[in-house]
């Protein structure tokens, strides 16, 4: 089935720890997203990615580190420098922005990270 | 800065009632206005996309509509079931800023059989 993976699920993370959640697209899109969901609000872009080799910080990148060396992967590092890590994480794909201005966005199931 | 707001915050219905949900923002130069469903402790679903140039999309019961002068949007359920029990999220995507998208917070809808 063609879509976004997601993994782990549950993830926790120990104080002073590094963590990575993994993103995987089987859809061939270009640009790829990272946001971050606290409870009972809304998305907050950590870092995007619009072509292999190439990310942007988002409106949060604080404390966090991303890396695309392959189209279909973008994964997440959580590092211990990001103080409130505790939150539900979201990664996205589209078709690179600028070729259509109507297309849509595809997410994952999403990772719970908690630090214990 | 591009501001997203979703009222109401919370909403709960009996099945069966037509509804709206309303979604305002602030910066009108927007290329398009997405609606997603996101069901507790899942990723997000989306259901509409309006183009900046469209009033309105719909699918099935849902119709969504697009008023950019005055920075609105609105997502219409009806005949509401239980099964449409979800958050509703509004996200717009800027005009400048490539593919990111700016998200309100969502509203929280409880259809009751």
């Known amino acids: 089935d063609g879509g976004i993976t997601q993994s782990p699920k549950y993830l926790f993370r120990k104080e002073g720890q590094n963590v990575t959640l993994s993103c995987e697209q089987n859809l061939n899109h270009d640009a790829m997203y990272w946001y971050r969901q606290d409870p009972g609000q809304g998305l907050r872009l950590i870092y995007y990615s619009q072509i292999v080799n190439d990310f942007q910080k988002g409106d949060i990148a604080e404390g966090y580190s991303v890396s695309r060396e392959k189209k279909e992967s973008f994964p997440l590092t959580v590092t211990s420098a990001q103080k409130n890590p505790t939150a539900f994480y979201l990664c996205a794909s589209s078709i690179r922005p600028g070729v259509s201005s109507g297309n849509t966005i595809y997410f994952g199931e999403g990772s719970w990270l908690t630090v214990v | 800065k591009q501001e997203v707001t979703q009222i109401p915050a919370a909403l709960s219905v009996p099945e069966g009632e037509n509804l709206v949900l309303n979604c305002s923002f602030t910066?009108?130069?927007?290329?398009?206005l997405q609606w997603f469903r996101q069901d507790p402790g899942k990723g997000l679903t989306s259901l509409l996309l309006?183009?900046?140039?469209?009033r309105e999309q719909t699918s099935g019961r849902l119709n969504a509509s697009l008023d950019k002068s005055s920075g609105r949007s609105t997502l219409y359920i009806a005949a509401s079931q239980p099964g449409d029990s979800a958050t509703y999220l509004c996200?717009?995507?800027?005009?400048?800023?490539?593919?990111?998208?700016?998200f309100g917070q969502g509203t929280e809808l409880s259809v009751k059989p």
């Open positions: 309006i183009q900046s140039s469209q």
């Open positions: 996200a717009v995507r800027r005009n400048n800023q490539g593919g990111k998208l700016i």
């Open positions: 910066d009108s130069a927007i290329y398009n």
